[in-house]
């Protein structure tokens, strides 16, 4: 203990060294009481309130992702009911229009028969008047050539 009295000593420390602790500490806890705790609190408060927070903004994202799958799921879902209704439209459009190609087809089909068998039965008329005619040029060039012979 002499030893520490004796550094002291040398560093010129005196009875008001004691004053000096006391007041320090006083000023230490008066702090403390007055300014420390408050602060602690406040940055406590501000910790839980930003974990807080960030655990909400994950719970947010989570929601949002949640929220986005559904909504591509509802797209695709949407998408493929679309496809087939306009597959199903197409078919019936394709059904309904090949239907009114055949019944033009068919009335096309009747009137070139019949166009053909009016030209036919033309054709065979103006056969016979052509062959009736080649009878008689026939026989008037067969009565010229036994004439003049």
């Known amino acids: 203990m002499e030893m520490i009295v004796s550094v002291f000593k040398q560093l010129g420390v005196n009875e008001s060294l004691i004053y000096q602790f006391a007041v320090v500490l006083v000023v230490y806890f008066l702090a403390k009481f007055l300014f420390l705790d408050h602060m602690q609190k406040l940055l406590d408060l501000r910790e839980d309130k ?21 909504y591509k799921e509802k797209m695709i879902t949407v998408n493929k009911r679309l496809k087939e209704t306009l597959d199903t439209k197409k078919a019936e459009v394709v059904k309904s229009e090949e239907a009114k190609y055949r019944a033009e087809e068919k009335e096309v089909n009747a009137y070139i028969e019949t166009a053909r068998k009016e030209v036919e039965q033309e054709i065979a008329g103006k056969k016979e008047s052509i062959l009736k005619e080649a009878e008689q040029l026939s026989t008037g060039l067969v009565q010229k050539l036994t004439k003049g012979l």
Request: no cysteine; hydrophobic share 35%.
């Open 50 to 70: 930003t974990v807080n927070l960030e655990g909400a903004a994950e719970e947010q994202f989570a929601k949002i992702e949640k929220d986005q799958k559904e």
